[in-house]
């Protein structure tokens, strides 16, 4: 029976460049395990304009070796695409050429196993855990990282209510559907959501519909880019945001949302821009857009959706109602049931979530089983962040190895999180007294 150092499950962004840095390390024996039988990232957004939002440097491996042969700047050169991508004169790579990068580095990584759908997991004698598949294989390793990724949130009126609602997810193959609905209802103003209101009201001129952009926020926001607030990404932040409270945490998190649940601000640009343009041209568009605006219920008869809605400013209560639905209401991280057989091993915090410690370990041992991107309520907003994505990937492997199999930068930030020590005020140590003294 062969015993593998470290095996992952999932096969996203994350454990793919897990996979990708630990390729070259000689004492090191790792596996990953993918449901799918190919690789990609995202397909149901995979629309031909769009960005990451982070530079290439923010690859699988760049930011931890940039000697790595795993590099998007490696693949562009066997593609034969460095030059045009140089000419481009654009930091951040299109959707679909990350989308070609990740798969062009999954076909080749001898680690790789694809159509490999995990269905149980347990720990065996000696502390070896078992890895089944529905593929009927049994695999088996010391530690395992769950690169399970993340899943759609929907909200539970909608998922009671039933009928053809999509989460921006699965956008695409639902657009030319969506495009034949007397009205449109996109909910959200996440990047997602706005990409897909942007599709929508381009295409608006060619189809008879109405679009309504609906959500929760006071405004549609951009994202924060200031280089001094992406140090809210780095390792320091992130050991200062883990020591805090929950009760903090989660309001830090919900107060944080514009730094990284926003709009770029090109795209909310390219939006005002294209209403302009449509209405010069004498196109409409039939739309409506409001902010402050919660979404409490909602019913399917049928024929159409009938939402329940509260300005959250005024406290009015209304209702739209809408035939075609689009969800850009984010993601969630959930433990699957595959892991039921260890569950008693993990630590989870009191809503069934893994509690991650600092190098991303979620077992009570601190040494076996290890996330990425499940670990945002107890990390920060850099969980879900490509950009630190390679950060975390050495983190892990350093602490699977007990070596330092890559170098891992000591300082990142320029500011300081919480009191600076020389800042700090010691108070001065009573001298003790002895009972004694007292009595004397």
Not at 91 to 101: I, K, N, Q, T, V
Not at 139 to 148: E, I, M, P, S
Not at 227 to 243: N, V
Request: net charge negative; proline share 7%; with cysteine.
């Amino acid at each position: 029976m062969r015993i593998h150092d470290l095996l992952g499950i999932g096969l996203g962004p994350f454990n793919l460049g897990l996979a990708a840095l630990a390729d070259p390390l000689p004492d090191l024996d790792a596996v990953f395990l993918e449901g799918r039988d190919d690789v990609s990232w995202h397909p149901g957004m995979m629309l031909p304009e769009a960005t990451l939002q982070v530079p290439f440097l923010a690859d699988l491996v760049t930011m931890a070796d940039p000697t790595s042969r795993w590099s998007f700047l490696a693949f562009l050169k066997e593609t034969g695409r460095l030059y045009p991508f140089y000419v481009r004169e654009s930091f951040y790579p299109l959707r679909s050429e990350y989308d070609d990068y990740l798969r062009w580095v999954a076909e080749r990584l001898p680690s790789v196993r694809l159509g490999q759908q995990v269905t149980f997991v347990e720990r065996g004698p000696g502390g070896v855990y078992s890895v089944t598949t529905a593929a009927g294989d049994t695999w088996h390793a010391r530690r395992l990282v769950l690169g399970v990724g993340t899943r759609p949130s929907v909200p539970d009126s909608v998922r009671a209510a039933g009928g053809p609602a999509v989460h921006t997810a699965d956008y695409l193959p639902a657009r030319e559907h969506l495009q034949r609905c007397r009205t449109i209802t996109v909910v959200g103003s996440g990047q997602s959501a706005a990409e897909v209101y942007h599709d929508l009201l381009a295409a608006s001129p060619d189809h008879d519909y109405d679009l309504v952009w609906l959500t929760r926020s006071p405004r549609f926001f951009p994202m924060e880019y200031t280089k001094l607030t992406l140090e809210l990404t780095s390792p320091e932040y992130s050991t200062y945001f883990q020591g805090l409270p929950d009760a903090t945490r989660a309001r830090l998190l919900r107060e944080q949302r514009s730094l990284y649940k926003g709009i770029s601000g090109d795209l909310v640009d390219a939006i005002s821009d294209l209403h302009y343009r449509l209405r010069v041209q004498g196109q409409g568009p039939r739309t409506t857009l409001v902010t402050n605006t919660s979404l409490s219920g909602a019913t399917w008869d049928g024929t159409a959706y009938d939402l329940a809605l509260r300005h959250d400013e005024t406290g009015e209560e209304f209702a739209l109602r809408t035939v075609g639905l689009v969800l850009g209401t984010g993601y969630r991280a959930q433990l699957p049931d595959f892991l039921d057989g260890i569950r008693g091993r993990l630590r989870l915090d009191g809503e069934g979530r893994p509690c991650a410690d600092a190098s991303y370990a979620v077992d009570v041992t601190g040494r076996e089983v290890f996330v990425q991107n499940a670990e945002e309520h107890t990390h920060g907003f850099v969980a879900p962040d490509l950009g630190m994505g390679a950060h975390r990937s050495v983190t892990i492997l350093n602490a699977v190895t007990g070596r330092e199999a890559y170098p891992v930068e000591q300082r990142v930030a320029t500011q300081t999180f919480g009191v600076p020590e020389h800042l700090r005020t010691h108070p001065t140590p009573r001298p003790s007294i002895h009972p004694e003294e007292v009595s004397a």
